[in-house]
């Protein structure tokens, strides 16, 4: 009796949402392009770090080699964003991460995906909006923070900011009206701040090309370490001679290849955003194709700027010249042309604008996805009579309000990586294991052969859905490696399922040990015998045979994208410190109460399972719902149901 119990509990924790993929079928308005995609992908991952970050990571990290440091980032960016567009043509739904989660691994992921996200998403916004006030509050001579410095000072060191932020509130105000008034006129006002930024970006670099030199590119220590050494330029920036540690070996690549490793973890921050593209399911017209053309377009738009501003940086200023908080203006000091901080500020509140919109624009979304689940309070599902989220919206501006105006944010914004980075792997593991996933055949077949499925299943056999009705598939390693159909059978499904969800584990551990091991020999042994164990998994996931459903767009090379998506995510998550992991405790915490005090009893998939039981206990308590779709939308449903009957929630 008490296992029956907790089968039961276990499988709603696992059971997975069924999606009507009809692209008419949606309560958010449906205007929005191709290109507004774009513009929002770049809006959003374009923001204030191309202005800051390749300063600080060619100083101390990478030099001259920070191009290669944007590359390694940017690839390893795209290989989430294919994950991405994939879901994105398969589930043209709101919710991004989300949604993916719930349609393959099931609720409890699906809740912790989504309520990460929020956390990053507002930590996003109210870091965005006190970085734009403060960007303003520097044209204007620190009149804000001294006002608030005299009047509003708030004595708690450690726990809130020194002072509260007002403009930054008010910015976050105008914004969250904005929203609430329409995505058209979003979209609108964003489009043209992206074009006022990517025209600043394209000054920098023709100006930074024109006037630097590929010198700084070939420096020698020895030859800047002498005495008589002259720097040439018009203003002299220092008078103290560089430490032999700041300047490395000096030319192109002066702190070695792991310098351009560590440098590319870093830049690996800038492409966070384009996830925000994936929110716009149910508002955009075609969104099958946009939503994959969007993210891909966005990437590589953004990797294109990246490259061409560190490039043009640090071809006109010594690498170890660089300031780590303002490096453009003090680049075109440097050279002569310090008139040119005035585009710079422009230029960089453009990208704020747009990097705060891009925060606040898929907030307001997955609350609304998760409220019309049922796994947050319903009242966040209203929708305003212009077809927009209008009370998640307030509700989100509220939030980051709060935040914004309470708090300095420094030690949350790692919080933001854990969120967007675990969102990131479970796309990638949710592709890797439904790329592999049978057919079913059709409807009135599959309700006639229930209950022979259900005897069979209790046998040693696993009945195959991907070859004549009746013949059996049987487990062995010849099957294992050589299976003898082309098409995926719920065997080679399960077998995926299973190795998907040790690969998840054993990445997890060889993370944990890469980062914390060192070079101990018994460390070494480890990693090697999990790396071997990983190639093998990965190889007998290649093996199996795929599904030919037919969609928009496919991550190529299968598995091995997914799977090294999934590395690069979860090791980079690895890198965050101790604090990081208490305060995403803590957060954890709050939503587990949320979800098992309301969550878990009023989900919608757990109204349709007590208004069907019996068609619950086959496994098939949609069917009614699959009658009118067409064959690759009726595989990708009933693949979610037989998902859950399948036990895959390790991942």
Known sequence: MALAKLLGFGKQLLRVKVVDCNTEDSRLSRCLNTFDLVALGVGSTLGAGVYVLA????????????????????????????????FGARVPKTGSAYLYSYVTVGELWAFITGWNLILSYIIGTSSVARAWSATFDELVGKRIEHFCREYMAMKAPGILAEYPDMFAVLIIITLTGLLAFGVKESAMVNKVFTCINILVLLFMVV??????????????????????????????????????????????????????????????????????????????????????????????????????????????????????????????????????????????????????????????????????????????????????????????????????????????VDLMSIGTL??????????????????????????????????????????????????????????????????????????????????????????????????????VIALSVIFMVCLLLTFIIWRQPESKTKLSF??????????????????LMMQLDKGTWIRFSIWMVIGFVIYFAYGIHHSAEAAIARSSPDMEMNGFKHDHELEDMPPEKEAFLHYAINNTEEDDGDL
């Open 422 to 523: 675990l969102a990131y792997t479970l796309v990638a593991a949710c592709v890797l294991v439904l790329r592999y996933q049978p057919e079913q055949p059709s409807l009135v077949y599959q309700m006639a052969n229930t209950q022979d499925e259900v005897e069979l299943s209790d046998g040693i056999s696993v009945p195959s859905m991907g070859i004549l009705p009746g013949v059996e598939e049987r487990f062995s390693f010849k099957t294992l490696l050589f299976p003898d159909n082309p098409e995926p059978s719920t065997l080679s499904g399960f077998t995926v399922n299973i190795c998907a969800s040790v690969m998840g584990t054993l990445i997890l551990v060889f993370s944990i040990l890469a980062v914390q091991g060192g070079i101990a020999v018994w460390n």
């Open 207 to 412: 100006s930074g090309l024109v006037k630097g030199t590929l010198k700084n590119w070939q420096l020698d220590p020895e030859e800047i370490l002498h005495p008589n050494y002259t720097s040439n330029s018009s203003l002299n920036l220092t008078d103290t001679l560089p430490t032999k540690e700041s300047l490395g070996v000096g030319g192109f690549m002066p702190f070695g290849f792991t310098g351009v490793l560590s440098g590319a973890a870093t830049c690996f921050y800038a492409f966070v955003g384009f996830d925000c593209i994936a929110t716009t399911g149910e508002e955009v017209k075609n969104p099958q194709r946009a939503i994959p053309i969007g993210i891909v377009s966005s990437l590589l738009i953004c990797f294109v700027a990246y490259f061409g501003v560190s490039a043009a940086l640090t071809l006109m200023m010594p690498y170890y010249m660089l300031d780590s908080n303002s490096p453009l203006p003090v680049a075109f000091k440097y050279v002569g042309w310090g008139g040119a901080k005035y585009a710079v500020a422009v230029g960089s509140l453009c990208a704020l604008s747009t990097s705060l919109l891009g925060s606040m624009f898929p907030l307001p979304r997955i609350i609304f996805a998760m409220a019309r689940d049922g796994l947050l309070f319903s009242f966040l599902a209203h929708v305003s009579e212009r077809k927009s989220p209008i009370t998640s919206t307030v509700t989100a501006g509220v939030l980051s309000a709060i935040m914004a105006f309470l708090f300095d944010l420094k030690d949350l």
């Open 55 to 86: 300063g600080a990571v060619a100083r101390e990290n990478s030099g001259p080699a920070i191009v290669l440091s944007f590359l390694i980032a940017a690839l390893a960016s795209v290989l989430a964003g294919l994950c991405y567009a994939e």
């Open 554 to 571: 496919k991550v190529p090379l299968l598995p091995f994208i997914p799977v090294i998506s999934m590395f690069v995510n979860v090791y």
